[in-house]
């Protein structure tokens, strides 16, 4: 994030926050973060963070104790692990369309012909 302006004053009492969530889901995957913030101002808040990992056991075993199996709990994890993201988008049909590319990826019997 960088918060770069004509004017570094209009920076004055920016809050900002940088966060990168990635989720693993095989054995050999890896991701590189670098965060990467440039302050020009002398008054702000500006904090970042990461978070990397594979699906936990303990969410697989919510999922498992409730009677449904291990591929679907890890599809309904992975979708809604990028949920958050795509419900931020201010378009619902473009959301919509954006759930249903990730659906029949995640599981390709879903494609509406």
Same mark, same amino acid.
Do not use: W
């Given at each position: 994030?960088?918060?770069?302006?004509?004017?570094?004053?209009?920076?004055?009492?920016?809050? &900002?926050?940088?966060?990168?969530?990635?989720?693993?889901?095989?054995?050999?995957?890896?991701?590189?973060?670098?965060?990467?913030?440039?302050?020009?101002?002398?008054?702000?808040?500006?904090?970042?963070?990461?978070?990397?990992?594979?699906?936990?056991?303990?969410?697989?075993?919510?999922?498992?104790?409730?009677?449904?199996?291990?591929?679907?709990?890890?599809?309904?994890?992975?979708?809604?692990?990028?949920?958050?993201?795509?419900?931020?988008?201010?378009?619902?049909?473009?959301?919509?369309?954006?759930?249903?590319?990730?659906?029949?990826?995640?599981?390709?019997?879903? &494609?509406?012909?």
């Amino acid at each position: 994030m960088h918060l770069i302006t004509a004017n570094p004053r209009y920076a004055q009492q920016t809050d &900002a926050g940088q966060l990168t969530r990635s989720l693993l889901l095989e054995p050999r995957s890896t991701v590189n973060v670098k965060p990467n913030l440039q302050i020009i101002a002398d008054d702000v808040k500006c904090s970042h963070g990461a978070a990397i990992s594979d699906l936990e056991e303990s969410q697989l075993f919510y999922f498992r104790a409730r009677g449904i199996d291990l591929e679907t709990a890890r599809k309904a994890l992975v979708f809604s692990f990028g949920a958050e993201v795509i419900s931020q988008l201010p378009y619902t049909s473009i959301r919509k369309k954006i759930e249903t590319r990730i659906k029949c990826l995640l599981d390709p019997r879903e &494609a509406v012909l």
